[in-house]
C-alpha cells in the first residue's frame, strides 16, 4: 500500500436549513487517500459528496473532527499556516462553463495560479509553462488567446484542468469534472485523467454519480448515502460483492445499455432519499432498508471489515 | 395490420443565424406504431428536443417548420390552428420535458395542475375530479396520495415530482407521449423506479417517443431506435440489431464508447474530433470529417438513408443496399 497522503477523522458540516434547524450534510465521516492512488466517491444527489470533497481541502471549514496531510494536523491551524499546502491540494469543477472566467483568455486561466505562486520568472516563461501545460491536455497552442466561449464542453474541461495541475499538486478533488459531457467527450478527458495521473503521480478524489465511470477510474471506492459513508473498499470488491444492502440496490439500478438484458428481475429500492435535515435514529438508511431490523431503527452501525470491503451496516452481506 | 400513432416525413426546422440558416432538424421521417416505444438517440444539441417540440406545435419564432408533414392518427398536425393544438396538447398528445421543474406552476398545489388538466380536457363532474387524480397518483406510485395532492412542488422530492408530471401527462389517456430525458435529474435509484414505470404506460393503442442520450436507458424502454447527429437522422433499427449490428461509423464510435466503459477497457474508445457547429456543417455527410473512412464523395455529396437489412437503414455512402 502506497503512503498515505490525507485523512479526515470524524468529519461533521452542517448547515442552516432555516427556523433554527440544521442539515447535516457530512456527519462523522473519516477517510484516507493515498498517494498516486484514484479514489471514487459514489452517492446520490445531496447525499454530501461535494461537501466532503470541500471539506478535505479545507474550502469549506468543518464543524468538528481533524484532517491530516501527510501525518501533519492541518486541521486546527490558521489560514496563513494553511497557505503552503493550498499548492498540493486543487479541484475540478463539475460545470467547466461557470468555473472559469468569461473575460479572461486561455492564456490567463492557466497562468493565473503560476503567477499566484510565482512559479516563473517572467512573463514569456509563464507563456511557454501555459504551452506546455496546454499540450498536456490537448487543446492546441494556436488557441491561447482565446475565451472559454469559443471552446466545446470537452475543451473547457480541459482547461479546468490545465489549472488544476500547473502547480503539480499532490491532490485533485474532481467533482463531477465528465457529468456534463457527452459519452465520447467524457470517455477522452477519462483517459486524459488516467494518462496525467500515470505521468505525474498525483492522487485523485474522484465525485460521481455515474457508478461505470467510478469503476473504470477509481483504485477504491467510498459510496455514501445521507451525508455518510456506507462502504469503502477495492473497486473490484465494491462492484463484485458488495456488503452493504445500498451498494447492492445502487449497482443493481444502473440501466445496462444492452436491451439483450432489460429484463427487469432485479430488485429496485423503494421511495426516496429521507431528508437531511430530519435524520433517521439509527442507521441512516434504514427507513428504506428492506432488511432493517429493531437494531437498525436504534443503533448507528460502527464501520467494520465485511466480506472484503468495510461496511457500516448491522448485517453486512444480507440477501 | 399495425397502424402508425404518429408519422413524420422530411421535417425540417430553421432558425436565422449570422451565418444565413441553420437546420437544427434536417428531413426527419420517423414514425411510432401503435403499442410500441420508439428511441431518438444522439449528443447534446443533434435535434432531438427540437424534433419533439415540432410535433407539439412548439417551435417558437424565430426558429421555424419549413417543410415536411406531421401526422398523429392521421391527422395532419401542420394544418391545426394555435386553439386547436391547444387543445389537442394534453390530451391527444403530451410531452414530458427535459427541465422537470419548468413543466411545474410552483406556485399551485400538485393535486390542483393535474385537476386542471382534466378540467381542460374533459366534462368530468366537479364532484370527482380530485378522486380521479388521486386515483392516478396512486397508479403512478405516488405514495400517501392525499397528502401529496396538497403538496407545492418545492416541498416534493425530485422523484415524486417526476411522477406528478408523469400522472399530468397521461391522466387524458393520450395517444402520444413524448418524454423528453425524463430520468435525467433523478437518480440511478429512483431512475430506476421511473423507467420501470414507463415501461408499463404504453398500451395497444398509444405510442411512446424516448429522447436521451443514455444508450442504457434506451436499451431498457425501446422497441425501436433513430439515431440523430447534427440534425440528421443517420441510422435507424430495431433495438436488437442496433446494439448487436450498428453500421453508421457515428453509432458504431458511440457503442465503441459506451462498451469500452462497460468493459473497463485500459484505453476508452472516443470519437475523434468535435461536432460540427450547424453553421458550418459540409456539404456532404455532416460526419465525415470525424469518420476514418471519409471521402472526397463523403465530404461532397449527401449519403441518403439506404436500407441495409429489414427495417435497418443507414445515412452513410459505404453501406451497400440490401438484396444487390
Ligand atoms: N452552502 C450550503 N448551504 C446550505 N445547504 C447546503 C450548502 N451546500 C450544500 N448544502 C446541502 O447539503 C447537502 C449536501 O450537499 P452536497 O452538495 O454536498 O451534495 P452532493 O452529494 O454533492 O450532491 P450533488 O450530487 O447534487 O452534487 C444537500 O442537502 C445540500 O442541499
Ligand atoms: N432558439 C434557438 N435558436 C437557434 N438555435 C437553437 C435554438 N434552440 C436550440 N437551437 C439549436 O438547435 C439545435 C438542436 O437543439 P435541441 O435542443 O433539439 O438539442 P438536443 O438534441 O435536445 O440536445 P440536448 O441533448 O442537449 O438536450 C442545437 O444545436 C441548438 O443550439
Ligand atoms: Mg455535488
Ligand atoms: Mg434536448
Known amino acids: ?319 | 395490420m399495425e397502424h402508425n400513432i404518429l408519422e413524420i416525413d422530411h421535417l425540417h426546422v430553421v432558425f436565422p443565424s449570422s451565418k444565413g440558416e441553420t437546420s437544427p432538424v434536417n428531413d426527419v421521417s420517423l414514425r411510432v406504431p401503435a403499442g410500441k416505444t420508439v428511441g431518438i438517440v444522439g449528443e447534446s444539441g443533434c435535434g432531438k428536443s427540437m424534433t419533439a417540440r415540432a410535433v407539439m406545435g412548439l417551435i417558437h419564432a424565430p426558429g421555424r417548420i419549413t417543410e415536411g408533414e406531421i401526422r398523429l392518427c392521421g391527422r395532419d398536425l401542420r394544418k391545426l390552428s394555435e386553439k386547436e393544438y391547444c387543445s389537442l396538447r394534453g390530451s391527444e398528445v403530451s410531452m414530458i420535458f427535459q427541465e422537470p421543474m419548468t413543466s411545474l406552476n410552483p406556485v399551485m398545489k400538485a393535486g390542483h395542475q393535474v385537476e386542471e388538466v382534466l378540467r381542460l380536457h374533459t366534462d368530468i363532474p366537479e364532484s370527482e375530479l380530485k378522486q380521479r387524480v388521486i386515483d392516478i397518483f396512486r397508479a403512478v406510485g405516488i405514495t400517501e396520495p392525499e397528502k401529496r395532492y396538497n403538496c407545492y412542488p418545492h416541498e416534493l422530492s425530485g422523484g415524486l415530482r417526476q411522477r406528478v408530471i408523469i400522472a399530468m401527462a397521461m391522466i387524458c389517456r393520450p395517444r402520444l407521449m413524448i418524454a423528453d430525458e425524463p430520468t435525467t435529474a433523478l437518480d440511478v435509484t429512483v431512475q430506476a423506479q421511473i423507467l420501470r414505470l414507463m415501461k408499463d404506460l404504453v398500451s395497444d393503442d398509444t405510442g411512446l417517443l424516448v429522447i436521451s442520450h443514455d444508450l442504457g436507458v434506451i436499451a431498457k424502454l425501446c422497441d425501436y431506435v433513430y439515431v440523430m447527429y447534427a440534425g440528421r437522422i443517420v441510422e435507424e433499427s430495431d433495438i436488437f440489431t442496433l446494439f448487436d449490428d450498428p453500421q453508421h461509423p457515428y453509432t458504431k464510435g458511440l457503442m465503441d464508447a459506451v462498451g469500452s466503459l462497460r468493459r473497463d477497457a485500459e484505453v476508452l474508445s472516443t470519437i475523434p474530433g468535435v461536432v460540427p457547429s450547424l453553421a458550418h456543417l459540409p456539404a456532404g455527410c455532416s460526419f465525415c470529417l470525424r469518420c476514418e473512412n471519409g471521402s472526397d464523395r463523403c465530404e461532397k455529396e449527401l449519403p441518403g438513408l439506404i436500407q441495409t437489412g429489414p427495417g435497418h437503414k443507414v445515412r452513410c455512402h459505404l453501406m451497400k443496399e440490401a438484396g444487390q
Not at chain 1, 174 to 202: H, T, Y
Not at chain 1, 210 to 238: P, Q, W
Not at chain 1, 274 to 294: I, W
Request: net charge neutral; hydrophobic share 35%.
Open chain 1, 1 to 319: 500500500m502506497n503512503r498515505l497522503l490525507l485523512e479526515g477523522k470524524n468529519l461533521s458540516r452542517d448547515f442552516p436549513a432555516g427556523h433554527g434547524r440544521k442539515l447535516h450534510a457530512v456527519t462523522d465521516i473519516s477517510l484516507r487517500i493515498y498517494e498516486g492512488e484514484t479514489l471514487g466517491l459514489v452517492g446520490e444527489s445531496g447525499c454530501g459528496k461535494s461537501t466532503l470533497g470541500r471539506l478535505l481541502i479545507r474550502m469549506l471549514e468543518p464543524d468538528s473532527g481533524k484532517l491530516y496531510y501527510r501525518g501533519n494536523a492541518v486541521s486546527g491551524i490558521s489560514e496563513k499556516d494553511f497557505h503552503p499546502y493550498r499548492r498540493d491540494l486543487q479541484m475540478i469543477f463539475q460545470d467547466p462553463y461557470a468555473s472559469l472566467n468569461p473575460r479572461m483568455t486561455v492564456r490567463d486561466l492557466i497562468a493565473e495560479p503560476l503567477e499566484a505562486w510565482h512559479v516563473c520568472g517572467s512573463r514569456e516563461e509563464t507563456t511557454k509553462k501555459v504551452l506546455r501545460l496546454m499540450e498536456a491536455v490537448g487543446v492546441p497552442g494556436e488557441f491561447l488567446m482565446r475565451y472559454p466561449h469559443q471552446f466545446s464542453g470537452g475543451q473547457r474541461q480541459r482547461i479546468g484542468i490545465a489549472r488544476a495541475i500547473a502547480l503539480d499538486p499532490a491532490l485533485i478533488v474532481c467533482d463531477e469534472p465528465v457529468s456534463a459531457l457527452d459519452v465520447s467527450v467524457q470517455n477522452q478527458i477519462l483517459n486524459l485523467l488516467n494518462e496525467l495521473q500515470k505521468n505525474r503521480g498525483m492522487s485523485y478524489l474522484f465525485i460521481s454519480h455515474d457508478l461505470s465511470v467510478v469503476h473504470h477510474i477509481a483504485d477504491r471506492v467510498a459510496v455514501m448515502f445521507l451525508g455518510k459513508i456506507m462502504e469503502t473498499g477495492y473497486v473490484k470488491d465494491i462492484y463484485e460483492s458488495p456488503q452493504h444492502p445500498y451498494t447492492r440496490f445502487l449497482l443493481n439500478a444502473v440501466p445496462v445499455p444492452d436491451p439483450h438484458r432489460r429484463e427487469d428481475t432485479v430488485e429496485l429500492l423503494k421511495g426516496e432519499p429521507p431528508s437531511p435535515v430530519d435524520l433517521p435514529k439509527g442507521c441512516v438508511f434504514h427507513t428504506r432498508c428492506p432488511y432493517a431490523t429493531e437494531q437498525c431503527r436504534n443503533e448507528v452501525p460502527a464501520m467494520r471489515p465485511a466480506g472484503r470491503t468495510e461496511a457500516a451496516c448491522h448485517y453486512p452481506g444480507v440477501s
